[in-house]
Each structure stands twice: as C-alpha cells, then as structure tokens.
C-alpha cells in the first residue's frame, strides 16, 4: 500500500536513480550527509552497512549513531544539467530506523533482496549478516525546472 500516494512519474524517478544524499544530525543538531545507494518498495527507502571499508564498525558510523539519537532524516535524489531546464529533484522527509538481521516479518530479508535486486556489487557481499537502514517517508516533494521533462529518468 502507498500511503503517499506517489504518482507514477515521481515512482520511476525513485526507482531509477542510483544514489541519493542523506542527511541525517547528531541529537544536538549537527548535521551529517553522506552519498546514499538505497532501494525503495513504494513504502520505504532500506540501504545497507555494507563491506566497502571503514574506519570504525557498523554501530560507529555517523550515521547510525546520528539516527540513533535522532531519527529524522532526509533523503535529496536530484539531477543535475548544465542545462538548468532539466533539474529536478525529489526531496523525502522522513524517520529512519536500524533494522538487525532476522528482524520483524522477514523485512530485513526483503531489504537485503530489494539491494541486491538494484545493485550487483551486493551479491558478493555478506549484507543479510549486516545492519540495513530503513527511511519511513512522512513527506515525498518532487520539483523539476522543467516537471514534464525534467522527472523522466535518464
């Protein structure tokens, strides 16, 4: 179910990009943004601690000791041109969560197949033994300099 009622046009946007921007601030309101790879169900946004190298583990990334103190997030998913007819952008207000392997339902499972799905680099990473990001939207904005054309996936 959306319970957004995302139009189709701003779904394909969504589900096309490849990266997006989340901000995310420390329970004293310093921010924090860092590149995004993410898959999106038509609910919610789900992105991986995954293998790529770090200087501290997973419960010492920024980002999940920031939503831990504080789980309003943001998510920016844009393109850029240097023609500037053709920005666009949908911007995600939201609550993020940390889900832990063999959580609720089977979700962090689905998680796992839906980034595996969109990103071929995961199939050879342990993520299903890794924790996984999960954004609940509470506001979805597209804006596009040019909306009808702008929005199309490129």
């Known amino acids: ?3 957004l ?8 946007f969504i589900r096309d990009h490849r990266v997006a921007r989340l901000a995310t601030a420390d329970g004293e309101g310093r921010l924090a943004v860092i590149p995004f790879c993410y898959a999106f169900d038509g609910e919610s946004f789900y992105s991986s601690i995954d293998e ?16 831990e103190a504080n789980p309003l997030v943001a998510l920016v998913i844009d393109d850029y041109s240097e023609d500037w007819s053709n920005l666009a952008y949908v911007l995600v207000s ?6 832990l392997p063999g959580g609720k339902e089977g979700e962090h499972a689905q998680a796992v197949a839906l980034l595996r ?3 071929p680099q995961y199939a050879s990473m342990a993520i299903d033994e890794r924790m996984i990001i999960k ?3 509470t506001r979805i904005k597209r804006w596009g300099a040019s909306r009808a054309e702008s929005l199309r996936p490129r």
């Open 1 to 3: 179910m959306n319970i």
């Open 5 to 12: 009622n995302i139009d189709d046009s701003t779904r394909e």
């Open 52 to 67: 790529k190298p770090k200087s501290v583990g997973q419960r010492g990334l920024k980002r999940v000791r920031n939503i």
């Open 94 to 99: 939201g609550v993020a969560s940390i889900i």
């Open 117 to 119: 799905g969109k990103y």
């Open 135 to 137: 954004i609940t939207p």
